[in-house]
């Protein structure tokens, strides 16, 4: 169960060129993103020839109010909501963060993780590079700083061809937005239109949120430059081996109110939970979904196996995320306060509970022994995604290999520490049939250690595979 503190989040970001209320639509946009990263939020927004950035920790609407926004007004901004994927859990790693070098100044809000950051670290630091974070955001900027070129364009470019990992990414300069993604397009990065003018963001929700029309995702290895003036180019930074989207936006990180590949979310969700039936049917009186992102894989679930849905758990939406919590003594406790099983639609049933993962199988355990108390007669988890056994090194954060529950494990074994009735995961080939693509466009790397960039040397993985 992911959304209760197994599974850390990766980061949202957002630009905006050439429209007068910059900083209050990237502070929309963000308010849309913000299931994407709870830890820290920040704009930054062009004002003349420099670059003002406002960052701090906590929720959108915790870092910023209308004084705030009225220092940051502005035609062209961008923003971030993170959570640390790599770098610690402070103020100094909140983004974008903001350059000043021989080309001006720069800001820069990243999404992903590079997997070669400590190399390209080491070698800067060699070189002379100072660091004031912890973050690969600030490797990207000293390699962008130290590159030969006389245009800046030039610059990002090779600086760009050095880093290897997941990236979404959107650098402001006081005339012109980079957005580039990945070559294998790990990280999502979408581009909109509002009023004539460009806007970047992580997803569609976002643009939704502030009434701008989508226009195209951004191409794994593409660079796209937008001027404030002038027309919009691409660059090639890269073309990857093959295409490997994260199939966990899919399952899990985005909203189901976006669309990825011009698939919506939650439409793709159901279709996991509805294979998830066919495959693995029982005999039940309710099926219920762990909210929130296991709602439209439960009512999939339902549908397809004629079984009525009940909302059986309720959610307090008003603690922030307990994943936010760093220890795991906290992350418990932000379970126990953060769902309520409806004791009436449970009582005496036998129940389907529909679930997006498990990876410490803690938060499992603690649902089932929930609607146990609640009354429930049998409780049936099913997983509308396979067991996940390796950790990503793509900008998610699951902790160590030997801390995730599958990892040498059986099925049953797993349901026995669950404590279960039963226990089912959707296959690797059905969840991939499910999102309605090849097995070929997606990464799948935490659920079968099929990396689509390769490790560096520190990397391990368990030693069971
Ligand atoms: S390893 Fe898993 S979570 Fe990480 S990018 Fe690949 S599919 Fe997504």
């Not at 061809?161 to 959107?170: D, P, T």
């Not at 439960?298 to 919590?325: D, V, W």
């Not at 993962?357 to 108390?373: D, F, M, N, Y």
């Not at 074994?413 to 969840?431: P, Q, T, Y």
Request: hydrophobic share 40%; charged share 25%.
């Amino acid at each position: 169960m992911v959304t209760l503190g197994e599974l850390r989040e990766e980061c949202g970001v957002f630009g905006v060129i050439g429209h007068r209320d910059a900083a209050l639509l990237t502070y929309y946009a963000l308010y849309a993103l913000q299931h994407r990263g709870q830890e820290s939020a920040g704009i930054a927004s062009v004002r003349r020839d420099w670059i003002e950035a406002r960052r701090g920790m906590g929720l959108v609407s915790e870092v910023f109010d209308d004084e705030i926004l009225g220092e940051l007004e502005s035609d062209t901004a961008i923003g971030h909501v993170r959570y640390s994927t790599s770098g610690e859990s402070l103020l100094v790693n909140a983004q974008p963060i903001v350059v000043r070098f021989k080309h001006g100044s720069l800001a820069l809000a990243h999404n992903g993780n590079l997997i070669n950051a400590h190399l390209l670290k080491e070698r800067l630091e060699g070189e002379g590079s100072i660091f004031q974070t912890t973050s690969d955001t600030e490797v990207i900027a000293h390699l962008i700083a130290r590159q030969p070129w006389s245009d800046l364009e030039e610059a990002v470019l090779a600086a760009l061809k050095e880093i290897r990992g997941a990236y979404g990414l959107v650098i402001m300069t006081k005339d012109r937005l980079f957005a580039a993604r990945d070559p294998h397009g790990i990280r999502p990065l979408v581009l909109g239109r509002l009023n004539g003018t460009f806007v970047v963001a992580s997803e569609t929700c976002a643009l939704e949120t502030i009434g701008a029309e989508f226009v195209r995702e951004i191409e794994p290895g593409e660079l796209l430059v937008i001027p404030k003036e002038g027309e919009v180019y691409s660059l090639q930074i890269d073309k990857g081996e093959r295409e490997a989207f994260c199939v966990f936006e899919y399952i899990y990180f985005a909203r189901p109110d976006s669309d990825f590949r011009n698939r919506n979310v939650h439409l793709v969700r159901k279709n996991l939970g509805r294979f998830l039936a066919e495959d693995y049917p029982v005999i039940a009186d309710v099926v219920t979904g762990v909210p929130d992102s296991s709602i439209s894989a439960a009512s999939g679930y339902a549908e397809e196996a004629k079984i009525p849905y009940q909302m059986g758990l309720i959610k307090n939406r008003y603690l922030g995320r307990t994943f936010i919590q760093p220890t795991q003594r906290l992350r418990e406790r932000g379970v126990r306060l953060k769902l309520n099983p409806i004791k009436q639609v449970v009582w005496g049933k036998r129940v389907v509970l529909v679930d997006d993962s498990i990876v410490r199988g803690t938060t499992a355990k603690h649902i089932v022994q929930l609607l146990r108390l609640a009354g429930a007669k049998e409780v049936h988890l099913r997983i509308s995604s396979p067991p996940y056994r390796f950790p990503c090194y793509y900008g998610i954060d699951t902790s160590q290999a030997s801390e995730l529950v599958a990892v040498g494990r059986s099925v049953e074994e797993i349901r026995e520490m669950i404590g279960a009735d039963s226990l089912e995961f959707l296959s690797v080939k059905r969840m991939v049939e499910a999102c309605g693509f090849s097995y070929d466009s997606f990464c799948t790397a935490c659920f079968t250690g099929d990396y689509p960039v390769s490790l560096e040397k520190r990397v391990s993985l368990p030693n069971d595979f």
